[in-house]
């Protein structure tokens, strides 16, 4: 099956996923690999757990699940590292995160109580709400970026890895916008020495993980690895990169529908989106140099997957607002509404309701799971840089320059399965199948 395709190294040892953040997302993730393990759940929400892959035509009935079809390492050679601005453990940040039963994080408790932040590179200025200890301190932010350098490479040595991946799985961090130190590696280096206030925490992180030759994921809308001198870092280290911002509720749910107007050649006038949500990212979230990161992330969308500019009729100037409202009670699990304006033949006007219940660390944890495994297979394989086939993951897709992002949750589902064929030198599926009616 394999010998056309890329030459990809086994997934022999262990790997390392090292979480930056410790809250809600990561430990529902730790512990559902380790409830996964013992047979206590399963891997619902992970495509690289339960998703298959067809290949050649409908008719050969070939369809292995992926996890067979390319090396993934497995969850049993998974083990856990992280870092918090709080001192809590895994097993007590997950109690305090609220997600999971108590009688689950019980049985694996062993496991996550061992479980321990490496302190933290933090600036107060980029996330006003939390007030941490467990943090470093340096003289520059290059002498932090060492810092992690060297946490990464102790982790590393003492769990006796032979790969690591990293994925932010912190705070979103107030908007930045690229400026002339995110130009080049040369600026970004010197930014480093001069502790330059244009340089997040995320890039700090994402500069030790790259410098270390560990691929890295954003499930946060920051900035943080999708600028030039990362990007540059990235490719000069021959390592996979992506991000950003984990793709889970209300915008997941925009993917799935605003494709399925859009091909029915629908019009949209307007589209009102408002979640409540009580845990920690809610009151991060609340502060508005940090909500204006998330609304960016998540206005872009729409745009994109409706094309405006090529349908004016039916998609110039709709409207669209994205609301977040901290709301303490309802904890983890948010209520997201959207209100829907559309409109059909002779322009007749109809709306669309929907009411999420959802919960949010429910479905990003099979997220992180994903992306540690295929930016693991990703490194394998030879594959530097920005890796577009992983967009299915992301609200904002990192992409090259001058390219739009696809939206589209199906286009993106292709483009992540064909990619899979093509690195293991299957045919790749187009959907034409006039060879059905020869
Ligand atoms: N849950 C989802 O559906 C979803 C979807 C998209 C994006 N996200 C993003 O994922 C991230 C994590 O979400 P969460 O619900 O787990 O939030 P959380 O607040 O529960 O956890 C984030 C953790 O990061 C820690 N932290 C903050 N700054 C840090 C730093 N510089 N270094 C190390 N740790 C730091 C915080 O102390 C906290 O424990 C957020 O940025 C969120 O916006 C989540």
Redesign the pocket.
Known sequence: MAEKGVKIAPAKGKLGVLL???????TTFVAGVEAIKRGLAQPVGSLTQMGTIRLGKRTDNNVPKIKDFVPLATLEDIVFGA????PDNAFD?AMN?GVLDKDLLNQVSEQLSSLKPMA???EQNY?KR?H?ENVKSGKNKMELAEQLIADIARFKSDNGCDRLVMVW????EIFLEESEVHGSLEAFEKGLYDSHPAIA?SMIYAYACLKSGVPFAN??PNLTVDIPALKNLADQMRVPICGK??K??QTWMKTLLAPGIKARMLGLEGWYSTNILG???GE??DDPENFKT?EESKLSVLEHILQPEVYPELYEGFSHVVRINYYPPRGDNKEGWDNIDIFGWLGYKMQIKIDFLCR??I??APLCLDLALFLDLAQRSGMKGVQEWLSFYFKSPQTAPGLYPEHDIFIQLMKLKNTLRHLRGEDLITHLGLEYYD
């Open positions: 930056v953040g410790l809250g809600a997302v990561s870092w918090d601005i709080f940040a995160a933290a590179v933090f996330v939390l941490g799985a912190a705070s979103t925490p499930g946060a911002d984990f889970t509720g845990n920690r990212d991060v979230l998330k949010d660390s479905l990003a």
